[in-house]
């Protein structure tokens, strides 16, 4: 274990086609509710196909703010989720803000491809114009913010500004893992003291046209299925693939120094994290584990616990064919040989895969989990793949005192990222 | 200072600026290794793709690959190559990449098909034409961490790893992250880059936030450092090129919605207050005009980014190339390096010869 600082949860907000409150989310946990559903964007029409959408109009959450800031959260759906996230966060901010220097405070945020919406654009005769120069026709520039042409480390700089986050940021470009890896490096760094406070999170979207029809053609995603809702069965016999989903998601980390000083109860402790690199294909994982197996134990020794202590593993479980059954494998094998039967799921069925921001979907997910004792089943996991020491929640949620949990998120071309979680007492 | 000392033992770069470092003397090759044969361009911002593909190992692979990647491969190649490491010594190693992720990489492909998207009338008519058109490995083109996977891959890298974006101020967080693993990770060798492809779309994204009257003109421009701790140096008998004397950073972000460029007062406080070398590297956020090669301003000053446009996340790295180059040939004791980037935040990087 590395010493140092200990690290807290002391809040957290997410966007989620589940909900946008804690609350809500909790409650379509505890229903089992899955948000898989043809999509109401032109292109999932005319493809048709689906995808887990986030239903709740967000405009009311920003329309206080800048002109600009307004402009692009209309043309970019991943700013929309991001700042609505972060104000729907804002007031519960207070005491740690005034009890940390702005030096000491810093956002790590999850970011996916900037891809444009063409949707959004409007439609008449191009003569031949490249998609950068129709944006240039169409961008509006205001301050230093570009409308059309928005850099990826954007959500970040916003964030910081609003927050006084000037400790440091980093905006993390990890695909599916970018979120649990900026919960990672903001943990990391409170640890270490460089800094007593993080909002660390991520947000995500793919619900454009190219985006989506991108995603589709890779053959990943369970579409052109006649119930949506049960596209998407990770650790099934019979998955077929992945449900597309989007969000955004923010922890706010904090020192044990700080939590006292400002006099606020801790959710949760973050005891350790484990990254590594499969270095096999872009397209798949490595079959062998090898990779993913070293994130895990990496983690956990970082957290300094054996796998026996472990309560419940929220898995990547994506519903592929490949992740599926080299995740379960590495975690059979790991948690198998401890002599227990570590509790474990896949949430991807009801929220979807939010790639950028998958893992700080989860890693909520799983927090609320531990704060109401709630261990939330695969609700689509009929026909389990089979793996010893492994105990696949299906079906129904069940009720179990969750003391320490692990989150995983694996991203394309190899990149795992591990978490590990702790009641606090 | 660093608690436990960490070396750059060796950097690979490639940009087009090379053909007019040359005008500096012979001295910088011996420090900063470029992939053989360099690819010479005509373009003064723009490293020519088609030649990179030339020096890839495998030019099927390369085909799917965007400029930045291809770029960031060659050079590890080359790096890993030139250094002997083990097969255990490349599993352990962590890689931390900052990328510009420029959208140009794989514009072309999407360019053609807005076009027509745009102007069909039948919504549902251009969006099944989209989908049809869309090539099934597009969105593997657009992988945000494309660069440091298919480095993993080629290498055998298997360590901790982040990839990070996108101006200039990464470039100080991957060398920071890289120390990190060496002082309290317990790793000995860690690979650290930066990425920056030039991209009309780059440009109009940072357009807006450089002081009004200046302009941006992004240049390619990629680094790659190796940093290693004593013992493993030591144990592989390489002598380091330059110690890392100091990482600094003031990281508050400027007012996104004013008008008035990143303060200089800031800006020149936060040398004065960190200079602590004879000669200072700087790198500015924006092109104002200046021509030439980088010259010394008097006072040991050095514009590192004169005449050859914005090297955006790769400009900190680069000034500490030409730091180390610097040093190892011996014409100073220690650089100091400044960076600003476009949301004002500072960095500063120092380092110092071994003896």
């Known amino acids: 274990m590395s010493n140092g600082n200990r690290v807290f949860v002391v809040d957290y907000q997410a966007i989620s086609p589940l909900g946008i409150t804690n609350e809500e989310i909790l409650q379509s946990i505890e229903q089992k509710r899955l948000c898989g559903a043809p999509l109401s964007m032109r292109a999932g029409k005319s493809i048709g196909t689906i995808g887990a959408e986030v239903k709740a109009p967000l405009s009311d959450y920003y329309t206080h703010e800048h002109e600009v800031l307004r402009e692009m959260c209309n043309f970019n759906r991943k700013m929309e989720l991001t700042l609505s996230c972060y104000n729907l966060l804002e007031p519960r901010l207070e005491a740690l803000y005034n009890a940390c220097a702005p030096d000491r405070r810093a956002v790590a945020y999850g970011w996916g491809i900037d891809i444009v919406n063409i949707d959004k654009l409007p439609k008449g005769p191009q003569n031949g114009r490249s998609l950068i120069e129709i944006l240039q026709d169409h961008n509006r520039r205001l301050g230093k913010i570009n409308t059309m042409f928005n850099p990826n480390d954007i959500a970040s700089m916003v964030i910081a500004r609003k927050g006084q986050l000037f400790g440091w940021q980093k905006t993390i470009l990890t695909a599916c893992a970018s979120s649990s890896q900026a919960i990672g490096t903001a943990f990391e760094s409170i640890r270490s003291g460089d800094i007593h406070m993080a909002l660390a999170g991520g947000g995500d979207s793919l619900f454009d046209p190219i985006s989506f029809s991108g995603f589709s053609k890779l053959g990943i995603i369970a579409s052109r299925c006649e119930q949506p809702q049960k596209s998407c069965k990770p650790f099934d016999l019979n998955r077929r693939g992945t449900l597309l989903g989007e969000g955004s998601g923010l922890l706010v980390l904090a020192s044990e120094e700080l939590v006292e000083r400002a006099g606020i109860t801790p959710k949760l402790e973050i005891l350790g994290y484990g990254t590594s690199l499969d270095g096999y294909k872009i397209t798949a994982p490595d079959p062998s584990g090898s990779g993913i197996y070293t994130a895990i134990t990496d983690a956990l020794s970082d957290a300094d616990i054996s796998p026996e202590v472990v309560d419940y593993v929220n898995m990547h479980g994506t519903g592929t064919i490949a992740n599926d059954e080299v995740e379960l494998k590495v975690v059979s094998d790991i948690y198998g040989k401890s002599g227990h039967s570590v509790l474990a799921s896949s949430t991807k069925d009801r929220h979807g895969h939010q790639i950028a921001a998958a893992g700080i979907q989860e890693f909520i997910i799983t927090a609320l989990a531990m704060e109401h004792s709630l261990v939330p089943c695969t609700v689509n996991l009929e026909k389990p793949l089979s793996a010893e020491g492994v105990d696949l929640v299906q079906g129904e949620n069940r009720r179990h005192n969750l003391n320490v949990c692990v989150s995983n998120s694996f991203a394309f071309g190899g990149v795992n990222s591990v978490l590990v979680m702790r009641k606090v007492k | ?355």
């Not at chain 2, 008008?259 to 004065?272: D, H, I, N, R």
């Not at chain 2, 610097?326 to 990087?349: H, N, Q, W």
């Open chain 2, 1 to 355: 200072m660093c608690s436990e000392a960490v070396y750059i033992s060796d950097i690979v770069m490639v940009s087009p600026a090379f053909a007019s470092l040359q005008e500096l003397g012979d001295k910088w090759k011996e420090v900063i290794h470029a992939p053989s044969p360099l690819p010479e361009t005509d373009d003064p911002y723009s490293v020519d793709t088609a030649k990179l593909m030339s020096l890839s190992l495998s030019e099927k692979n390369s085909k799917a690959m965007r400029k930045e990647v291809l770029a960031s491969l060659i050079l590890c190649e080359n790096l890993l190559g030139r250094d002997s490491f083990s097969h255990m010594d490349r599993a352990a190693m962590s890689l931390y990449l900052a990328t510009g992720l420029s959208f140009e990489g794989y514009a072309d492909q999407i360019n053609t098909i807005t076009s027509t998207f745009l102007e069909n009338s039948d919504e549902d008519a251009a969006h099944a034409m989209l989908y049809k058109r869309i090539h099934p490995l597009f969105a593997l083109k657009t992988l945000t961490n494309a660069s440091v996977c298919h480095i993993a891959q080629a290498l055998g890298i298997r360590g901790r790893n982040a990839t990070i974006g996108s101006t200039s101020y990464a470039g100080l967080q991957v060398i920071k992250e890289g120390c990190k693993e060496l002082q309290k990770r317990g790793a000995e060798i860690a690979l650290v880059g930066t990425a920056n492809e030039t991209a009309l779309f780059s440009n109009e994204s940072f357009g807006g936030i450089v002081p009004p009257g200046s302009y941006i003109t992004g240049s390619d421009c990629f680094v790659f450092y190796l940093l290693e701790t004593e013992n493993s140096l030591e144990k592989r008998g390489v002598d380091p090129l330059c110690r890392i004397k100091k990482m600094e950073c003031d990281a508050s972000v400027a007012d996104l919605f004013c008008e008035q460029g990143v303060s200089q007062e800031k800006e020149l406080q936060f040398y004065k207050n960190h200079r602590e070398s004879e000669k200072v590297l700087f790198s500015a956020p924006y092109d104002t005009g200046w021509d030439g090669v980088p010259t010394t301003h008097g006072d040991g000053l050095i514009h590192t980014h004169k005449g050859f446009g914005n090297f955006g996340v790769s400009s900190l790295l680069f000034s500490g190339a030409l730091g180390a180059s610097l040093i190892s040939a011996g014409e100073t004791k220690s650089v100091d390096c400044f960076d600003i980037d476009c949301y004002g935040r500072l960095s500063a990087l120092s380092l110092e010869a071994i003896k």
